[in-house]
Nanobody
Framework: HVQLVESGGGSVQAGGSLRLSCAIS????????LAWLRQPPGKEREGVAA??????????YYDDSVKGRFTISQDNAKNTVTLQMNSLKPEDTAVYSC????????????????WGQGTQVTVS
């Protein structure tokens, strides 16, 4: 069965960078939307970035708070979707999770069929 496994979280100083990876195991031939979401301490989960994995990737979404700093991309050969996070700020501190669903990503009203376990990102 399909699983999502995140890696790459950690602690970094403000202005630094981290690269998160979401490995998709047991991937089927279907295409889907893959999103990175985060839940800051004491706050609700929010969508950070998302993309469609078919047709070479597209339909890319970024939350306004990360535009110009975060980049989502896919590596088909490695069956991974990565989130490159640059110029990190303390307000980026959160548990980051990747999730997938065949339905189009819609911020605030997307209910993915599968989640990863999450990885902590701390910016000080």
């Amino acid at each position: 069965h399909v699983q999502l496994v995140e890696s790459g979280g950690g602690s970094v100083q403000a202005g630094g960078s981290l690269r998160l990876s979401c490995a998709i195991s047991g991937r089927s031939n279907e295409n889907y939307f893959l999103a990175w979401l985060r839940q800051p301490p004491g706050k609700e989960r929010e969508g950070v970035a998302a993309m469609y994995t078919g047709f070479g990737g597209g339909n890319i979404y970024y939350d306004d708070s990360v535009k110009g700093r975060f980049t989502i991309s896919q590596d088909n050969a490695k069956n991974t979707v990565t989130l490159q996070m640059n110029s990190l700020k303390p307000e980026d501190t959160a548990v980051y999770s990747c999730a997938k669903d065949p339905r189009a990503f819609c911020p605030g009203s997307w209910y993915p069929e599968l989640w990863g376990q999450g990885t902590q990102v701390t910016v000080s």
